[in-house]
C-alpha cells in the first residue's frame, strides 16, 4: 500500500505527502527556500521527561518559503513566507509529540508582537498558545495559556504576543499543517527553553495538562477552538496558500497587525 498522500486539493498546490517517512514531494511548478529535519535532541530541553527513549528520532519536517514559482515575487516583496510542516504521531516521554515552541519578536515601534495564521491540513492539531509579562523572565508570570483544537481546514491565529507550540494528538494519524508568517523577524527560543517548555505539558493517552514547574504563577488551561476569520482575509473553505496567493496584502496584517482593529481573541471560540 502507498503511504503518499495527495493533499493538492487540501494545499491549494500540487504535493504528496508521505505518511511514513514524512517526505513531501513538490508538484510541478512548486519550489522551496529551504528543508529542515527536527530531531528528538533539539526538542529534549523542553520535554517533562528529557532522557525518554524515543523512536524514531524524527519528529518533525519543515518546509520554509515554499511557493508557486510563478509566486515568488509576489511574497517577497511583502515579506511574506508560506511554509509546511510535517510532525509524526507518537510520544516524546509521557507526551505527545510536540514541537520545540518559540515565541516571537515585537513589531519594531510598535507595542504589538507579530502574529501567525496556522492551517491543518491533515490529521489534528492541538496549539498550546500562552503570553507571559516579561520574556526575560518568562517564568515569572504567565497571563494566559490556551489549549486551541483543529481539523483540516481550520485556520488559527497565533495572537499577538502568545508563544504557541503544535502538538500531533493523534496516535494514528501524521498532522500536515502550513502558515503565513511575516519573514522580515526570527523566532525567539531560549524563553522557552528557560522554562523547559510551555506552561503545561500535554500528556498522552488523553490530553490531561500537566502544569509545568518552572512557571511560578499560572492561570487554569483554557480550551478553544478556531472561529473564521474572513476579516483577516482567512477562509475554512479556502486553502490558505490560494487565500494568500490571490490576495496577498490581505495578509499584511501579519506584518502590521495595527491593521486588524478588532479583538484578536474573537479569533478563538473558548469552551
Ligand atoms: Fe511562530
Known amino acids: 500500500?502507498?503511504?503518499?498522500?495527495?493533499?493538492?486539493?487540501?494545499?491549494?498546490?500540487?504535493?504528496?505527502?508521505?505518511?511514513?517517512?514524512?517526505?513531501?514531494?513538490?508538484?510541478?511548478?512548486?519550489?522551496?527556500?529551504?528543508c529542515?529535519?527536527?530531531?528528538?535532541?533539539?526538542?529534549?530541553?523542553?520535554?517533562?521527561?528529557?532522557?525518554?527513549?524515543?523512536?524514531?528520532?524524527?519528529?518533525?519536517?519543515?518546509?520554509?518559503?515554499?511557493?508557486?514559482?510563478?509566486?515568488?515575487?509576489?511574497?517577497?516583496?511583502?515579506?511574506?513566507?508560506?511554509?509546511?510542516?510535517?510532525?509524526?504521531?507518537?510520544?516524546?516521554?509521557?507526551?505527545?509529540?510536540?514541537?520545540h515552541g518559540h515565541y516571537h519578536p515585537p513589531v519594531p515601534g510598535t507595542k504589538t508582537f507579530y502574529p501567525e495564521v496556522y492551517e491543518v491540513v491533515y490529521g489534528t492539531?492541538?496549539?498550546?498558545?500562552?503570553?507571559?509579562?516579561?520574556?526575560?523572565?518568562?517564568?515569572?508570570?504567565?497571563?494566559?495559556?490556551?489549549?486551541?483544537?483543529?481539523k483540516p481546514g481550520d485556520k488559527v491565529v497565533m495572537l499577538p504576543g502568545y508563544g504557541h507550540i503544535t502538538i500531533n494528538p493523534d496516535p494514528a494519524s501524521i498532522l500536515v499543517m502550513t502558515d503565513f508568517v511575516g519573514s522580515s523577524f526570527s523566532t525567539i527560543f531560549p524563553p522557552v527553553k528557560a522554562t523547559v517548555g510551555g506552561a503545561y505539558y500535554i500528556l498522552a493517552p488523553n490530553g490531561e495538562a500537566i502544569a509545568n514547574p518552572h512557571y511560578h504563577e499560572l492561570p487554569p488551561l483554557r480550551r478553544a477552538v478556531p472561529n473564521e476569520m474572513p476579516k483577516l482575509g482567512l477562509r475554512k473553505d479556502v486553502p490558505l496558500y490560494t487565500s494568500g496567493s490571490q490576495d496577498p496584502d490581505r495578509l499584511l496584517w501579519l506584518l502590521d497587525p495595527t491593521r486588524f482593529d478588532g479583538d484578536w481573541l474573537t479569533a478563538l471560540a473558548m469552551r
Open 1 to 34: 500500500m502507498s503511504s503518499w498522500i495527495d493533499l493538492s486539493a487540501r494545499i491549494g498546490l500540487p504535493v504528496k505527502v508521505n505518511a511514513d517517512t514524512l517526505e513531501l514531494e513538490l508538484g510541478a511548478g512548486v519550489v522551496e527556500t529551504e
Open 36 to 99: 529542515s529535519v527536527r530531531d528528538v535532541q533539539e526538542v529534549r530541553p523542553v520535554m517533562l521527561d528529557p532522557f525518554a527513549d524515543v523512536r524514531p528520532p524524527e519528529l518533525y519536517h519543515m518546509h520554509r518559503g515554499v511557493r508557486l514559482s510563478a509566486d515568488t515575487e509576489k511574497f517577497a516583496s511583502r515579506n511574506l513566507r508560506y511554509d509546511i510542516t510535517i510532525i509524526r504521531p507518537g510520544t516524546v516521554g509521557p507526551e505527545f509529540i510536540k514541537t
Open 125 to 150: 492539531a492541538w496549539y498550546l498558545l500562552q503570553k507571559v509579562s516579561d520574556l526575560n523572565a518568562p517564568g515569572d508570570r504567565v497571563e494566559d495559556v490556551i489549549l486551541v483544537e483543529a
